[in-house]
């Protein structure tokens, strides 16, 4: 019989918001995939490493190294190389587990594989916590209440849909918000915004920031792994 992959959502940073059925499918894997820079660094392994290094298996571990250029072809041959290894095990009869930070069906990594393997093979996701779930507990903040507008965008959207989104809705998240603070800061200015909006990055993790005042921030590039929560109300008593 084939194996079956499975993505785990594996949360924002903080192992103990690992679900169960997550924790208990990552510790009975046989093969744990995972992304991974060119020196084996990988955010979602450290994440699940508590379970790794607690499970009784003997886990076989397959990192896939994406490049870390932007040009979008080489990422795509990254997860067509990674799609045949994976391919290869599942055709084996070895279940793979990839391990994918947040969620594995929100702005996922793991959505890329799927739609590589799921003609061949039996797929299945398991839902993480993802980083917009995650800040709005950091904040005690609500994302929406009532008849309350909520949508998601990227850093990587366009300048004029940023405004639109900013101007329409009551919360805003802005995800992959690190390559694109400036332009981020420059649309809550234009659609006076700026005193709606928190800064968010490594949520969860030890390294983790909360600024309350992005008129703070500077104009410089953060991290990938931050966000802008936008709102209308600053406190769930509004």
């Known amino acids: ?124 996701a398991i839902p993480g916590i993802s980083s917009m779930h995650a800040a709005s507990a950091a904040l005690s903040l609500p994302l929406a209440l009532l008849s309350e507008s909520l949508a998601v965008v990227s850093g990587r959207h366009e300048d004029a849909l940023l405004r639109e989104t900013l101007l329409r809705h009551d919360t805003v998240l802005i995800l992959k918000a690190g390559a694109a603070r400036e332009r981020i800061l420059t649309a809550l200015e234009t659609t006076n915004r700026l005193g709606d909006a928190r800064y968010l990055e490594y949520i969860g993790r030890e390294q983790q920031r909360i600024e309350s005042d992005v008129r703070q921030l500077t104009a410089d590039p953060g991290p990938y792994f931050s966000l802008f929560v936008v709102s209308r109300r600053r406190s769930c008593s509004q």
């Open 1 to 124: 019989m084939q194996g079956k992959f499975i993505g785990v959502g594996v949360g924002p940073g903080d192992p103990e918001l690992i679900t169960l059925k997550a924790a208990r499918c990552i510790q009975q894997a046989p093969v744990i995939a995972y992304l991974s820079n060119a020196e084996g660094a990988s955010q979602a392994r450290q994440i699940a490493a508590p379970l790794l290094q607690a499970s009784a298996n003997a886990l076989r571990e397959l990192p896939i190294v994406m490049p870390m250029s932007t040009e979008r072809s080489a990422a795509n041959a990254a997860y067509d190389s990674a799609a045949t290894a994976i391919a290869s095990e599942l055709s084996a009869g070895h279940d793979v587990v990839f391990l994918c930070e947040g969620d594995p069906l929100f702005f996922g990594s793991y959505s890329y594989l799927l739609e590589r393997l799921e003609d061949r093979f039996r797929c299945e």
